[in-house]
């Protein structure tokens, strides 16, 4: 194979490696942020059903 010819490939298959590589960083990246996100929203939502919660009686003693 001529040496021009097989830098021109090493060229063009090193562009989509590093192609899937940002694809990958950017899909792990979102995956992470929506994990991040339900387990927050989740967690105000547990926060806000004992803010709604009835309270228990108090029983006064007289």
């Excluded at 994990?35 to 004992?50: F, K």
Aim: glycine letters at 4%; charged letters at 25%; zero cysteines.
């Amino acid at each position: 194979m001529h040496p021009e010819t097989h830098l021109a490939l090493h060229h063009a298959r090193a562009a989509e490696l590093r192609a899937e590589a940002d694809a990958y960083r950017l899909a792990a990246a979102a995956r992470h942020r929506r994990d991040l996100r339900t387990r927050l929203g989740w967690a105000l939502v547990e926060v806000g059903l004992r803010l709604a919660a009835t309270p228990k009686a108090v029983t006064v003693i007289p």
